[in-house]
């Protein structure tokens, strides 16, 4: 069985191809496109479909689309409504409706040899239950599904048994909380349905004090619903321009939100562990990207475990999509990694690296040399393997940095031309996170926060935020061995078990997907050193 999931309709365009109930590839239409969530989610950019991340699926499990058994769209216009009749201020909707119904032949059409009939739409928050429920290693699990907006809900609340899905709850709009999220951060003057994350971050340097009167429009209620709509931001902080300067009152308006965000997902959650009993739950949905609610709900221990899907926004939909569609054939298996996107050969890199007429250097072991660089106080640009389906640099498309200085969080913050309050990650070996960070572990998708622990913070200052917390990636030795000796070797050397990680893009671009890609932000960035495969290029030698 041979499924190709197409993600389309409002962002992060993305396609996954899932053989045999296995995952192979998945990618996001950005990395190829190189226009950041590859577009717009407008309606008028609705028909757009991930072409390129579609062929390179198909190209590199040496398929054509007629080889398809099934292509599954993750959105359903049978099950939509219009706009209006849902409440949302959207009067261009009936064409995002139009391109839905039309995506058979869209598809057909962009992909040549495909039969339109072999498209099949899938309810966008299943798909995004079954990226979730069906992907990760639980097993039997409840799932809940929290985003901006589906046909004519927000949410959904299930359980997964043997691989089928029972809808136990769903929150029809216009009450989103991802919306919600969304409103906010454009009253922050960020970008909507992009910058959602930079409010997170604020919001560490915020005190909740208008919490509990924005609670009163953003609430749980009870019975798996809730109540999101109505908030007036003006009453708590003026309208932030974009690119001007922030106030007490924005830091303070973003930790009230946050605050409200996670009370009411905490609520949901009650509810449907009440509902099913389940020991484990799986998450997925934009929203489920808040390491910080994550985290939460982690830490309140209604379920003995918690998984968060990597590629948690509606790319993931894409994979979840096509995994509903293998699962009524038969058992699916859960993806082991994130790494499912394109990758090259020594060779191909090495051809590549004279064709730039760079200097390079083949160490015994890049893992070594890149330690070693490090401990020395150099930034490195890592571009390893295959690259990461979502939006977290996981070790395979990373810029690292020493964390024992603490200038090093503003060195890289200017080296992206990112905020000044935005953090940067550490990355562990996962058989040492506990005597550092205490939370959700293993945590090798860097979707949850951990306190550092005191005798460690003034050891690792560039990855503790504000608060003490830390964003985590834990490196499984046995899956990621060159990371793992790279931390190993960088620990000898300086003492610290730890290296800072943090995407290897610059601000408003898309992560580093190509070789080429790698070699332009390493010309453009005050970056020291470029690991590309098992080779260097030193900057003091490329651009003398």
Known sequence: MRVLGINALFHDPSAALVIDGRTVAAAEEERFSRRKHGKRPVPFSAWELPELAARWCLRSAGLTPADLDAVAYSYDPALAEPAQQLGLDDPFDHLRQEYA?????????????????????????????????????????????????????????????????????????????????????????????SDEFKVMALASYGTPRFADRIAEQVHGLGDGGFRSSGVEWERFAPRREPGGPYTEAHADLAASAQRCLEETVLDIARWLHGRTGAPRLALAGGVALNCVANTRLHREGLFDDVWVQPAAGDAGTALGAALHLAAEQGPVRPMDTAALGRGWSDEELRRMLEAAALP???????????????????????????????????GHRSLLAHPGRAENLERLNAVKGREEFRPVAPMVLAERAAELFDGPLPSPYMLFVHDVAEAWRSRIPAVVHVDGTARIQTVDSAAEPLVARMLTAFERRTGLPVVVNTSLNTAGRPMVDHPREALECFGSAPVDLLAIGPFLVRRSKAFT
């Open 101 to 193: 119904r039309r995506a058979p032949e869209f598809l057909a059409g962009a992909l040549p040899g495909l039969d339109p009939a072999k498209v099949r739409f899938v309810a966008h928050h299943v798909a995004h239950a079954a990226s979730a429920g069906l992907a990760s290693p639980l097993g039997d699990c409840a799932v809940l599904v929290l985003d901006g907006r589906g046909e004519c809900a927000s949410q959904l609340a299930g359980n997964y048994t043997g691989g089928r899905l029972d809808v136990l709850g769903t929150q029809r709009l216009p009450q989103s909380l991802g919306l919600f999220y969304e409103d906010l951060t454009d009253h922050l003057g960020f970008l909507r349905s």
């Open 360 to 394: 390079y250097e083949e160490p015994e072991d890049v893992a070594v040399a890149v330690a070693e660089e490090l401990a020395q106080d150099g930034v490195v640009a890592w571009f390893q393997g295959r690259s990461e389906f979502g939006p977290r640099a996981l």
